[in-house]
């Protein structure tokens, strides 16, 4: 929270635009993501928004049936995010009027709190 935004930015040092924020965190678990947010909607699997989890990646589009931003949920119907107008990292609640219009839909990448490791991907 707190980085600045930057419009294709993808590290900490030189800001963030939404869709670098997330594949930078994803990144430190291991987990690599597309760089567009446009890309980052058709992985993992689809949540429906009652069934929202932190780390789910929730989606939004200011026009059209693809995505022009991308934050991750962090709970309480609340979601961070790098936020142009804003001008840096920020947690916005998905209930907020332009959110809530504007929401396109979420997806699981992976079980991220999953103490049990995933035993087709990790070997004995």
Not at 58 to 76: A, L, T
Not at 84 to 107: E, P
């Amino acid at each position: 929270v707190g980085v600045r935004y930057r419009y294709g930015g993808n590290s900490e040092k030189s800001g963030f635009d939404c869709s670098g924020l997330v594949k930078s965190l994803f990144s430190k678990f291991d987990i690599e993501l597309p760089r567009s947010s446009r890309e980052q909607f058709r992985q993992g699997e689809k949540v429906n928004r009652d069934e929202l989890e932190v780390g789910d990646l929730v989606f939004f589009s200011s026009g059209g049936k693809q995505p022009n931003h991308v934050g991750i949920y962090v709970g309480d119907n609340k979601f961070l995010h790098a936020a142009r107008k804003a001008r840096q990292v920020i947690v916005s609640d998905l209930n907020k009027l332009w959110y809530n219009v504007r929401y396109l839909g979420a997806r699981r990448i992976a079980d991220l709190w999953n103490d049990e490791p995933d035993p087709e991907t990790h070997s004995n």
